[in-house]
């Protein structure tokens, strides 16, 4: 089904595919070469695109809902990632998107299986696209994406030193990064408590929940504390009649005075957490329908393949390993790579909310540690606007994003420039 260099859907010259990362299991990825000139693209950085959940869809979400050149309703996007550099968007893990699986077993069970598999489709991906080994590559991520993004990172690095591929990675951006669970919920009541969504009795549940899930991920009873986290969200919406997760200050509707209970597209919504958030209003409908629609037959995707059709099983095959850490792994990319590590927190996300990033961020044991801590906190700007703050020692950069919740390139996309022409280029 190799599309390479072709017109596809949209503006632009495109190029997807399916590549087969293991017997039976197909990784799709969808190629925009940068509009920014129509001579040599390949002077241009490389961006991979990596989508959250898991389960969420890169081609879909991060293309259509963020970062590519057309909104969901067609309309041009004005600050697409694509109108400077090339955008990679992977749908990953198999079984996100358009990617599937022949069978349940090859759903990817944990994050060393998931960077394996997208160091496999990178292998691949140079062979279709050599012109692209010697180009500049970024990978950037959100919110679960970000701890696959991190151990990919890692792995690729690898393969390049062992001469099992020839390409010229620079960096890894963690947006929104599901890096430390144990964290990020621990500091759910306090934020909750202190922007007044709860009261003192709502903040005690909320509180002694996340503290359970603390000891469960401590006594490495990581699925159960997957249960509880599921848990504890619908307890956050009850107790908030419904506050947006994705970004706090937007609109919601109000039923009335009494307390709601989680239905099944509030868990969807947790989950991939998208869409609330892009306002596709019923949820999923219009994406969907664009994605399953007019996009497949655009691209000629096999009648067989439904987009996103299997992402519930993705998210299900990775229960075990969601609530586990990755910090770990963001250590060995700052004690054993040149790699520059960018972490990026939206000021009004609830789900990976800025305290309890902050804090693994200042944890992480690597030699820069204490000269980061000493760092300055400097505003950052774009055009006369304070869009957020940053604070940087070596290779590791730390961006608090203003009027931002968890898609911050959506909420702020002149912070989100900010960061690109300081890390990526102008």
Known sequence: ???????????????????????????????????????????????????????????????????????????????????????????????????????????????????????????????????????????????YGGKMAAEFALNLDRAIKADQIDCDLRSVALGAPWISPEDSVLSWGDFLLNLGFVDTKGHFVIQSTAEDIQDLIRGNRHRRATEVWRSLESIILNETFGIDCYNVLLPQKFGGVEKRSVGDDDREVLIFGETSHYHLNPPQTKLERLMRGTVSETLQIPAHVRWGSQREQVFEAIAEDFMKPATSTVELLLNSTDLDVIVYTGQLDLVVCTPGTVRWVENLRWPGREDYLAAPRVGMGSLGILEGYEKRFDRLSMYWINRAGHMAPIDNPNAMQYILDKHVGT
Do not use: C
Request: proline share 8%; no cysteine.
């Open 1 to 143: 089904m190799s599309h390479p260099d072709s017109h596809g859907f949209g503006p632009g010259k495109q190029s997807w595919d399916f590549v087969e990362v293991r017997p039976g299991a197909h990784m799709f990825y969808w190629l925009y070469y940068t509009t920014a000139t129509d001579e040599d693209y390949t002077e241009r950085p490389l961006i991979i695109w990596l989508q959250g959940g898991p389960g969420g869809s890169s081609t879909g979400y991060g293309n259509f809902a963020e970062i590519g050149p057309l909104h969901v309703d067609i309309r041009p996007r004005h600050h697409s990632w694509v109108n400077r550099f090339n955008v990679l968007f992977i749908d990953n893990p198999v079984g996100a998107g358009f990617s599937y699986v022949e069978e349940p077993v090859l759903f990817a069970k944990n994050n060393a299986e998931i960077a394996g598999d997208l160091v496999h489709f990178m292998m691949e991906f140079y062979l279709v696209h050599p012109e692209f080994s010697k180009s500049p590559l970024h990978v950037f991520s959100q919110s």
